[in-house]
């Protein structure tokens, strides 16, 4: 087959970035905006990509569709999906690259592969591509052919093998160590200044733990701008943990610190100190 | 008051060294072995440090007692030092330098003080003395002038404010973060081999995470040799976050591994990747 057309859901800053990486190598990208925010109706149109009605219409025009959503949203994309599918004189291929367990993936796959519609696992490594920078779609599923037309062509395409699962394995694995320990960082920071021993530890850290101060300091400063959509990602990587007899504490600890930096009030906060105390200051 | 005979409680890799500096420094350092281990009796007589008997003995001869322990063991020595107290003609000072949650310090704490005797609460963060280095340690509470009398003798000690229950308090978030992440690594690199993605796994991790690959690298090879004493570590650090309302979960999940790590048969493993298999190996 030949890729002509992608249909991309989720314009947010990775899959935006993604859509329009995509469209500058000559594919023609399309959406869907129904019942979708002012913010996403805007940036689709700001970045040329076509919004061509329902999920129907998207199914019936693509030849391959990707999803890069935040995890809590995957499933109902993927039923609509399957829902819609038969709207198409062939079948197309849904690749879902949100940031979830193998065992969803493998459910969400049953549910698309039941509708004739072919399924890849994808799960993406890196930030939003840029003109000198590709980030990594891992994926993985017994029907690749259409994901790999992309590789190259604005994104890296690794493929990973034919078992759904191991693509979104690879990412749950990746990611637990990056925004966990960002997370463990922030708990730290928190617990102390409830302690009231605040100072005393970042004076210990400078003295002894001065680069992990100063990651934690660049970690913890950004949490503010994506803690709201890890906290789904970090529940997804906990149940990836326990399913092969391992905690899921880390990150249901990471997802718990993740919804108290989301519901504190940062706006005014100028340092890691200001922060801390922002964090520090709201309800649990 | 000044301190000529100091009681060392403990002495291990940290404790050992901590009593042998302090003697080097011109203190009478003893200790009581009754039923100790015979690695512990030889410790003590590799270092030249006296046994006087039992417990009621240390008591009546020491000016100063330290304990430096696992902290499962720490509650215990102190009641049996409450219960010895009075052995003594004036009252000495008792300082537990365990890694123990602030509640549990105040639990002890009142327990040593209801029997006249003066408790400091303290918390060790480096590693063991040497010639050319001093471990701080953290020490608060009512009755520091003992523990005071130590600093540059050895080691470094830090007032850090009068109540019992902040120096362990400085201790617990320190560790968080260490022994936090090593956890968080090794049950990274567990899972992925258990989900069969460890090769892809290391592969993504050297391309772009490089630098954290290699303090993993470092910290999950030193794990087999101390995941034993830090469990109980880690569960005083859990309990410590959850009194000021901080999930808990990252270190029970810290805790959940390195029972595991000490579980596991490492004897044979010669590199990353042989130690983690030996790991995802182990029972759960």
């Known amino acids: 087959m030949t890729v002509e057309t992608i249909g991309a859901l989720g314009l947010g800053d990775m899959g935006g970035a993604v859509a329009t990486a995509l469209k500058k190598s000559g594919f023609n990208v399309i959406t869907t905006l129904a019942g979708r925010s002012a913010a996403t109706v805007d940036s689709a149109s700001d970045r040329g990509i076509k919004d061509v009605g329902g999920i129907a219409d998207l199914v019936r025009e693509s030849d391959l569709i990707i999803s890069v ?143 992990n101060l100063e990651r934690a300091s660049s970690a913890v400063t950004r949490l503010p701008s994506v803690a709201g959509r890890w906290i789904g990602e970090m529940e997804e990587i906990a149940s990836t943990f326990e399913s092969v007899g391992i905690s899921g504490g880390f990150h249901q600890g990471a997802a718990e610190i993740f919804r108290l930096v989301d519901a504190s009030d940062t706006e005014s906060a100028k340092s890691l100190d200001d922060l801390v105390k922002a964090f520090a200051a709201a309800a649990t």
Do not use: W
């Open 69 to 211: 959503l935040v995890p809590a949203n995957a499933p109902e994309v993927a039923a609509s999906i399957a829902a819609a599918a038969g709207a198409s004189d062939t079948p197309i291929t849904f690749a879902d690259c949100n940031a979830i367990a193998p065992a969803s993936a493998i459910a969400m796959g049953k549910v698309v592969t039941d509708s004739g519609t072919h399924f890849v696992d994808g799960g993406v490594i890196g930030g939003p591509p840029r003109d000198d920078y590709a980030p990594r779609f891992y994926v993985s599923g017994p029907d690749l052919d259409a994901m790999m037309e992309l590789d190259g062509r604005g994104i890296q395409v690794v493929p990973v093998g034919p078992e759904i699962g191991r693509a979104s394995a690879v990412k749950m694995v990746y990611a637990s160590q990056t925004k966990g320990i960002a997370a463990l960082q922030a708990a730290m920071l928190v617990s102390a200044r409830r302690l009231g021993v605040y100072d005393e530890l970042i004076s210990e850290l400078e003295s002894s733990q001065a680069a």
